[in-house]
């Protein structure tokens, strides 16, 4: 069935350091790819999506390029903030899945 | 005007007892969810809604029962609570149904814990 692997955390990084989270995937047909972030105590915002290949979603500064060739949705930053600091998903949905599939989640520490 | 609303935000509850966590979305959306989050942040779909209709419902006790009175509402109702249930539980909304391209709206969480 359909994947999502993310790296591993918890990732820390000192402020204004680049920020990179790799996310793959496994999937049929063509998924739809999501970022999620998680702070403290808060509910999952969504952060950015791309719906097909080469398409880049963005917000907030973080950036995602969905790759066909390498099945990847990596988040970028170039200078994270203290305010980052959260937990990142990241997810998919595709015709074969009817439910969003959820990668494990990578708790980021930014340190001043 | 928040947009998925969920009460109470923290429950504290004695082991046998039987409670609600209840749900509404003012998006309009007409796919509602019910999610649990282990310690790890690992979430897990439990049920999900389409109008009422129940159309996800995952392997989870049959002590759990979902109920959607209109699309805008879905609650959760634990009975003979557990030691294992503690976790916090997130409602959410999607238009367009469970692969929607347009993503997910959640609350804020319910934090459960049984003692």
């Known amino acids: 069935g359909d994947s999502v692997t993310q790296m591993e955390g918890p990732v820390t990084l000192s402020e204004e350091a680049f920020l990179t989270i790799n996310c793959t995937y496994t999937?049929?047909?063509?998924?739809?790819l999501f970022w999620y972030v998680q702070y403290p105590g808060e509910g999952l915002q969504l952060l950015l999506k791309?719906?097909?290949a080469d398409d880049k979603g963005s917000n907030k500064g973080f950036e995602a390029t969905y790759r066909k060739e390498t099945t990847s949705f990596h988040l970028e930053k170039g200078s994270v903030q203290v305010s980052d600091s959260a937990v990142y998903f990241c997810?998919?949905?595709?015709?074969?899945?009817?439910?969003?599939?959820w990668g494990a989640g990578t708790k980021l520490i930014i340190k001043p | 005007d928040t947009a998925v609303s969920q009460t109470p935000k923290y429950l504290v509850t004695q082991m046998g007892n039987d409670k609600s966590i209840k749900c509404e979305q003012n998006?309009?959306?007409?796919?509602m969810y019910w999610y649990k989050q282990d310690s790890k942040k690992f979430l897990k779909i439990m049920f999900s809604?389409?109008?009422?209709?129940?159309?996800i419902n995952e392997t989870v006790p049959n002590r759990f029962s979902p109920k959607s009175p209109d699309k805008a509402h879905l609650n959760l109702h634990i009975n003979s609570l557990e030691l294992g249930d503690s976790a916090v539980y997130f409602c959410?909304?999607?238009?367009?149904?469970?692969?929607?391209?347009?993503?997910?709206?959640f609350g804020s969480g319910t934090r459960l814990t049984v003692v």
């Open positions: 791309a719906t097909k």
């Open positions: 809604y389409n109008n009422k209709e129940l159309i």
């Open positions: 997810a998919l949905t595709s015709d074969s899945n009817y439910q969003l599939i």
């Open positions: 999937a049929t047909g063509y998924p739809s």
């Open positions: 998006l309009g959306h007409d796919t």
């Open positions: 959410a909304s999607s238009q367009g149904g469970p692969s929607s391209n347009y993503g997910y709206t």
